[in-house]
């Protein structure tokens, strides 16, 4: 089992950024891929990012590429978000996730691929 637990979310204005991290406990999480999911009030919870489980390979939804950058500390079990040119859209909580499934390009970004959640945190950007 891994525990992860988000925080680094607030309140930002448009154009600001912000940083999440992710820090897991009871496995290391490099034995996980892991994600960044996010969802906003009546809406589906969506996919955000992912990185492979060295690092060396990311993954991000086509509407935040660009501005938000996915990395991990695997030494400090933790996992980060840096938010760049924040968005009213990007408004939404956002959940952190791990998966122990091989990368597969058809699935890679839905919810059932990953088997441990967050709680999350709420990010909220004021326009």
């Known amino acids: 089992q891994v525990q992860l637990v988000e925080s680094g979310g607030g309140l930002v204005q448009a154009g600001g950024s912000l940083r999440l991290s992710c820090a897991a406990s009871?496995?290391?999480?490099?034995?996980?891929?892991m994600g960044w999911f996010r969802q906003a009030p009546g809406k589906e919870r969506e996919f955000v990012a992912r990185?492979?489980?060295?690092?060396?390979?990311?993954y991000y939804a086509d509407s935040v590429k660009g501005r938000f950058t996915i990395s991990r500390d695997n030494a400090k079990n933790t996992v980060y978000l840096q938010m760049n040119s924040l968005k009213p859209e990007d408004t939404a909580v956002y959940y952190c996730?791990?998966?122990?499934?091989?990368?597969?390009?058809?699935?890679?970004?839905?919810?059932?691929?990953?088997?441990?959640w967050g709680q999350g945190t709420q990010v909220t950007v004021s326009s």
């Open positions: 996730a791990a998966s122990s499934s091989s990368y597969s390009s058809g699935t890679y970004y839905t919810p059932g691929e990953y088997h441990f």
């Open positions: 009871g496995r290391t999480i490099s034995s996980y891929a």
């Open positions: 990185i492979s489980r060295g690092g060396g390979a990311t």
